[in-house]
T-cell receptor, first 113, second 114 residues
Framework: DGGITQSPKYLFRKEGQNVTLSCEQNLNHDAMYWYRQDPGQGLRLIYYSQIVNDFQKGDIAEGYSVSREKKESFPLTVTSAQKNPTAFYLC???WGQGSTEAFFGQGTRLTVV | DQQVKQNSPSLSVQEGRISILNCDYTNSMFDYFLWYKKYPAEGPTFLISISSIKDKNEDGRFTVFLNKSAKHLSLHIVPSQPGDSAVYFCAANVAGGGADGLTFGKGTHLIIQP
């Protein structure tokens, strides 16, 4: 089955700690994305990558970091510099430049305790 | 500055009736529009889209209408079913712009009542 897998589904972190969210896709998509959703808010773009070993900041990149060492994987690290990290994080992928649709994973709920 | 607006945070519709979800946009460069459906604690799934060269696109019970002059689109679901209860996000993009150009509205929570 092709798809996007995010893990874990729920994650708890102590304040001041970094945490990495996993995202893997087997759709052979070139582009991958990380979004954040807060209650009553739309999806906001954190980072995106159009190709392996390259990534760009989205609208709300501060306090986050990413890597794209493999086409299938696009992990997101929420650092201690992110002031309000509790949110629902969504990973997505698409065919890349020219593709206007994104396909989403199931999401990771991060809670800072 | 919200470029895609869904002004109704929630909408309650009786089962079997028509559900109409509205979306307005301000950026005249947008020319491709999508609707996503999202259940709680799950990722959004693509529902239907429309290009600006059309004013209507239909897929089964779902129809999207686009009024470019008014910068307005709407999603019609008829007849509404219990499984349609979800949050619906309107999104806009420039055709061929890449999914990083997607701009989402805040969503409308559709509740289908039996």
């Amino acid at each position: 089955d092709g798809g996007i897998t995010q893990s874990p589904k729920y994650l708890f972190r102590k304040e001041g700690q970094n945490v990495t969210l996993s995202c893997e896709q087997n759709l052979n998509h070139d582009a991958m994305y990380w979004y954040r959703q807060d209650p009553g808010q739309g999806l906001r773009l954190i980072y995106y990558s159009q190709i392996v070993n390259d990534f760009q900041k989205g609208d709300i990149a501060e306090g986050y970091s990413v890597s794209r060492e493999k086409k299938e994987s696009f992990p997101l690290t929420v650092t201690s510099a992110q002031k309000n990290p509790t949110a629902f994080y969504l990973c997505a992928s698409s065919w890349g430049q020219g593709s206007t649709e994104a396909f989403f994973g199931q999401g990771t709920r991060l809670t800072v305790v | 500055d919200q470029q895609v607006k869904q002004n109704s945070p929630s909408l309650s519709v009786q089962e079997g009736r028509i559900s109409i979800l509205n979306c307005d946009y301000t950026n005249s460069m947008f020319d491709y529009f999508l609707w996503y459906k999202k259940y709680p604690a799950e990722g959004p799934t693509f529902l239907i889209s429309i290009s600006s060269i059309k004013d209507k696109n239909e897929d089964g019970r779902f129809t999207v209408f686009l009024n470019k002059s008014a910068k307005h689109l709407s999603l019609h679901i008829v007849p509404s079913q219990p499984g349609d209860s979800a949050v619906y996000f309107c999104a806009a993009n420039v055709a061929g712009g890449g999914a990083d150009g997607l701009t989402f509205g805040k969503g409308t929570h559709l509740i289908i009542q039996p």
